[in-house]
Nanobody
Framework: QVQLVESGGGTVQAGDSLRLSCAAS????????MGWFRQAPEKDREFVAS????????WVADAVKGRFTISRDTAQNTVDLQMNSLKPEDTAIYYC????????????????WGQGTQVTVSS
């Protein structure tokens, strides 16, 4: 059984930073790629970033490139999303996900999902 628990969300002002963390547990995580997605009210779930098991390969969505950074600590089984220069349009529930394949922006490629953490950015 794989469990993913996100933390670090909150309410901030535009231009501020937040660091989200995803704590993962479960043997099925070995070799898994990890990803962050987000879903704003009345919008589809959107890919944010993905990172390979080794941490060597990363992919960040164009909408957040240059502002968001994904990283992972394999020993601690954590994946972080550093979010800088936040904008009101970044407001969403942010989800951590894990999947057996390589890094991908396709949500259906991820088998395990966390419950999400709310990020609200006020103008």
């Amino acid at each position: 059984q794989v469990q993913l628990v996100e933390s670090g969300g909150g309410t901030v002002q535009a231009g501020d930073s937040l660091r989200l963390s995803c704590a993962a547990s479960g043997r099925a995580l070995s070799g898994a790629a990890m990803g962050w997605f987000r879903q704003a009210p009345e919008k589809d779930r959107e890919f944010v970033a993905s990172i390979s098991w080794s941490g060597f390969n990363k992919w960040v969505a164009d909408a957040v490139k240059g502002r968001f950074t994904i990283s992972r600590d394999t020993a601690q089984n954590t994946v972080d999303l550093q979010m800088n220069s936040l904008k009101p349009e970044d407001t969403a529930i942010y989800y951590c996900a894990a999947g057996a394949g390589g890094i991908t922006s396709v949500a259906t490629s991820y088998s395990y999902w966390g419950q999400g953490t709310q990020v609200t950015v006020s103008s």
